[in-house]
């Protein structure tokens, strides 16, 4: 007879159980999962479908459910694989990305009066936290060759009021880290790693996300792997607080020091400053299992990216006016989940919005994949001037509005490769010619 434990967690064979999950999953749910994740129509799919149906109810009578579907032994399963991926024993699966940004600002104390500097050009979730708290952003301009951040503007802005530098690997491509890590031990200033692009890119010869104090990856939909969708890995460099990772996911628990009578405690999180109250990033073992599964065939894919921007770099190398996509060195390896057009507008006889336009007409899906943060409505609502910012990074406004987009570097045949590389090279040089 099993002993009866913790509501949370199935207790077995016990005289009056209680399991982990209230409702379980049945054949019919199961199909609806299939067809989500298999879709098709016409004859020949209805009758596959048919045909899986009889056999997964014929499996439905023989089988038994999990018994747990969140943070279970396939999450343990996922950051194991993850560690070994990284070289790191800290990866924490986390809801997505920004959950995981949240536990790392949550660490550093950040607080209104403190300052943190971002990069000009990224995605909202990076500065979510620090603008929701009311702490300063302070914002850096951009390398213009890889549109990250530039370090050597990280540090004339670095103030006393600096707590944290979030530098971000903007498509797959590392930032310049040396510099960054130099200036905040110098300084005594924490630094996170963006890294929601560049899951398996490498800086120096070390894995990105295992250089700064803190790390997220994202598994969002679009990017290079995924996890059904969201979920994201957070690492940590700090000593300690490896082992604290696991609580600052799920509200604390604490199951070293119980109270009175009861299971478990709730115990502060120990922040660089001080202790700080943690949230709820759980995980579910569906996520979990497709991210594990993704992780095995991480390198196969960079590859294959990396083999789509070195065919668009030759086509391009064939007009001046176009600055193709820095495909890294031995020392830095980017993960090419975008790929970075640029154009010379002298050359170009125009500037990148014209090429938009062009490209657009011509069916090519293409984007800057992220605007000047300064500029969103909701950075001007907490008191941010954008066009005084906008003076302090004079590369981000002249390379966003007249030199770069990204274009896509995977799920496209031959053909559509090509065709882009031939629409590309088309619109400029229409552009050239002034039609």
Wanted: glycine residues 8%; charged residues 25%.
């Amino acid at each position: 007879m099993g002993k009866a434990t913790d509501f949370r967690y199935n207790t077995g064979n016990t005289n009056v159980p209680w399991a982990a999950v209230g409702e379980n999953y049945n054949a019919k749910d199961l199909m609806e999962i299939i067809k989500f994740l298999m879709q098709g129509e016409g004859k020949e799919y209805e009758e596959a479908i048919e045909a899986v149906r009889v056999q997964v109810e014929k499996l439905d009578k023989i089988s038994s459910p999990p018994g747990k579907l969140s943070l279970g032994s396939r999450v343990e399963e996922a950051e194991a694989k993850c560690n070994k991926y990284l070289g790191t024993n800290s990866s924490t699966f986390v809801t997505n990305a920004t959950a995981g940004f949240e536990i790392a600002y949550k660490y550093a104390n950040i607080k209104a009066g403190d300052e943190v500097i971002v990069p000009a050009i990224t995605f909202v979730a990076t500065m979510a936290y620090p603008l929701a708290v009311g702490a300063k952003l302070v914002f850096a301009d951009v390398d213009p060759v890889t549109i990250n951040m530039d370090p050597l503007d990280v540090a004339k802005k670095i103030t006393d009021k600096t707590k944290m530098i979030v530098p971000v690997h903007i498509g797959g491509y590392p930032v310049d880290m040396e510099p960054i890590m130099k200036l905040a031990k110098e300084h005594d200033i924490l630094v996170l790693e963006d890294a929601a692009h560049a899951f398996g890119a490498m800086y120096k010869g070390k894995k990105v996300g295992t250089i700064g104090d803190f790390a997220a990856f994202s598994m969002h939909e679009v990017k290079n792997i995924t996890s059904f969708g969201e979920g994201g890995i957070l690492t940590t460099t700090v000593p300690g607080f490896e082992s604290e990772m696991k609580r600052a996911r799920f509200l604390g628990l604490d199951f070293t020091c119980p109270i009175k009578d009861w299971l478990y405690n709730i115990t502060p999180i120990n922040g660089k400053e001080h202790p700080f109250v943690p949230g709820n990033a759980s995980t579910t073992e569906i996520q979990a299992l497709g991210l594990s599964l993704q992780v095995e065939r991480n390198e196969a894919i960079i590859a294959e990216r990396r083999a789509a921007a070195e065919y668009l770099n030759k086509r391009f190398s064939e007009n001046d006016a176009i600055i193709p996509q820095n495909l890294g060195s031995d020392e830095i390896k980017p993960t090419f989940h975008l790929y970075l057009l640029q154009i010379v507008p002298e050359k170009a006889g125009g500037d990148i919005q014209i090429l938009k336009k062009k490209l657009e007409e011509k069916g090519v899906t293409q984007i800057a994949h992220f605007g000047p943060l300064y500029r969103f409505k909701i950075v001007e609502y907490m008191g941010y001037n954008a066009e005084e910012i906008a003076k302090t990074c004079p590369v981000c406004e002249e390379v966003f509005y007249k030199r770069f987009t990204h274009l896509p570097l995977y799920g496209l045949s031959e053909e559509q490769l090509k065709y882009m590389a031939d629409a590309v090279l088309e619109s400029v040089s229409e552009m050239q010619k002034g039609e």
